[in-house]
């Protein structure tokens, strides 16, 4: 574990200087920037596989996210708790910019960083370029903002992130690499004290082409990966969200046209279907607009591999 320790030391010492006056004002500014906070959508489900989640241990839970098998509803303390990840980000960013780095966020036409991977079916969005931190004053590195209670911030401030948050790690490794960055700052904060953890991440390439290969044997299979356990009752299996449509047979997958027999993959993020009599619903072989995969049609199927 590389700590970050100077720069964490700048922050300290910018905040106590006067504080928090520039802190203050510069989120003022960049409050309004976080995007994902205010984002008014609902999404049911994601239209990628995200490099947030390739880091799993679970293919075949990649695979059921992917093909979109359970539409999960989230109570108000989680949607809360995913807001809270949201607005932390500008936090972060206010801290840096507080400390002299430069950051960079969003492309020329003011859209967050994205990457984009296997035939436009491979994704996720970074959350800041960084350039000018006291421990890499010289470089350009990505920059990761996460929360943590107060368990998983105790394990992480004495492990490091590869050891604690391993799906963290891959997941600066898939966008470091995506965008020839070296080095990654891994920034966190412990929701219950405020506590700050800061720490540097090398790229790694036998890490970043192992986890792409993964999203691309994910995103090509037409057979369902095996279970990373038989055990409903086994502790990762409990917490998942294909857990029914994973271990019991009479739970059936969400009715879509990604669990539909009939569906296939296409290149630039594109879905198709194969059934001649959905043209009436589609049009004649042309790509699935995200709603209409999750409309669906009279000529669906589900795909017998959700219960193999």
């Known amino acids: 574990m590389i700590l970050a320790t100077k720069t964490l030391a700048a922050i300290n010492d910018a905040l106590t200087s006067d504080q928090g006056s520039k802190f203050r004002g510069l989120l003022k500014g960049l409050m309004p920037l976080a995007g994902d ?13 995200g490099a947030s989640l390739i880091g799993r241990n679970c293919d075949r839970e990649l695979w059921y996210s992917f093909r979109w098998a359970t539409s999960t509803k989230f109570d ?45 079916h491979f994704g996720g969005s970074l959350d800041a370029v960084v350039k000018g931190l006291p421990d890499l004053p010289d470089e350009p590195c990505l920059a990761e903002f996460k929360t943590h209670n107060e368990n998983s911030f105790a394990k992480l401030t004495e492990q490091g992130v590869v050891k604690t948050k391993w799906e963290h790690f891959v997941q600066q490794q898939i966008y470091m690499g995506k965008n020839s960055l070296g080095w990654s700052l891994y920034m966190a904060v412990n929701k219950n004290t405020d506590e700050l953890h800061a720490e540097l991440v090398m790229f790694d390439p036998i890490i970043y082409a192992k ?17 990373i356990n038989e055990s409903p009752s086994w502790y990762k299996c409990k917490i998942c969200d294909h857990k029914g ?10 009715r879509n046209c990604r669990t539909c027999f009939h569906s296939r993959v296409g290149d630039a993020g594109e879905w198709f279907c194969i059934e001649p009599m959905a043209d ?8 699935l607009t995200a709603d209409d995969q999750r409309r669906g049609c009279d000529s669906y199927e589900m795909n017998p591999e959700f219960k193999a």
Do not use: S
């Open 76 to 120: 108000g303390r989680i949607i809360r708790l995913f807001n809270r990840g949201h607005l932390e980000e500008p936090r972060m960013v206010a801290l840096l910019q507080m400390i002299g780095c430069e950051v960079w966020q969003f492309d020329q036409n003011g859209k967050q960083f994205r990457i984009n991977g296997h035939r436009g």
């Open 211 to 227: 986890y792409v290969k993964r999203a691309e044997d994910i995103i090509e299979a037409v057979i369902a990966p095996r279970r």
């Open 37 to 49: 906070a205010y984002n008014t959508e609902n999404e049911e489900f994601r239209t990628h596989l």
């Open 245 to 254: 449509v994973c271990h019991d047979r009479a739970v059936l997958p969400a």
């Open 280 to 287: 009436a619903a589609f049009g004649d072989n042309v790509p």
